[in-house]
């Protein structure tokens, strides 16, 4: 069983492949990872007839989903694989049914990096789309990170990274004229770090 599970989903984020067993994406046709890494959150997609693109900064990854797209849905050309910025995204306004961005947004060297990249994958969202995101929160962990500046903190379990609150979250909600599709929700590891899933509907 575990290793059909794992041929049919790979080693998907548990919330989004959470989203896939509510059916929440059954009608998108074209999926975006910003930030794919190995494609890890793209072997449900590839296996079953999506129109699947993504991106990653560093080309040795582009590479290695590259490969797995080719071995996965051989009709997907090579070209939907590029090297680019979540910032920067080589894409046309609205091409997109599901943009997901998971471990990616707390990347973020500064507030107004956060902004651009969140700002590029909305544009790539068509009206009615979804966007997925994982990214790292100082949520239930307030009083334990510590603000190096630029909207970064370093955390209790030694990193560095972008935080957000629920208040950021729910204020870009608002400006980007987008509705939650499913409450925000955060897993706390142990008070150590702090991950938080943000679901949103373009409208």
Not at 170 to 195: A, F, S
Request: net charge negative; aromatic share 12%; glycine share 8%.
């Amino acid at each position: 069983m575990q290793n059909n599970l794992w041929q049919l989903y790979g080693n998907i984020d548990i919330y989004l492949f959470d989203q896939l067993l509510k059916g929440r994406f059954d009608n998108c046709n074209k999926v975006l990872d910003a930030g794919c890494g190995s494609g890890r959150n793209l072997v449900y997609f590839l296996r079953n007839g999506f129109d699947v693109y993504g991106i990653d900064p560093n080309p040795q990854l582009v590479e290695v989903v590259t490969e797995l797209a080719a071995n996965l849905a051989p009709g997907i050309p090579s070209s939907n694989f590029k090297v680019a910025t979540a910032e920067d995204l080589p894409f046309e306004d609205a091409w997109f049914d599901l943009v997901i961005s998971s471990a990616v947004l707390h990347f973020a060297a500064n507030e107004y990096h956060f902004d651009s990249m969140l700002r590029c994958m909305w544009r790539v969202l068509k009206p009615g789309g979804f966007l997925f995101a994982r990214l790292a929160s100082d949520i239930g962990i307030e009083t334990l990170v510590q603000s190096v500046g630029n909207g970064r903190y370093l955390l209790p379990d030694g990193s560095e990274r972008f935080l957000v609150n629920e208040e950021m979250l729910l204020d870009y909600t608002t400006d980007l004229n987008g509705k939650l599709y499913e409450p925000i929700k955060t897993t706390n590891v142990q008070n150590l770090r702090c991950m938080t899933t943000w679901c949103l509907q373009k409208m």
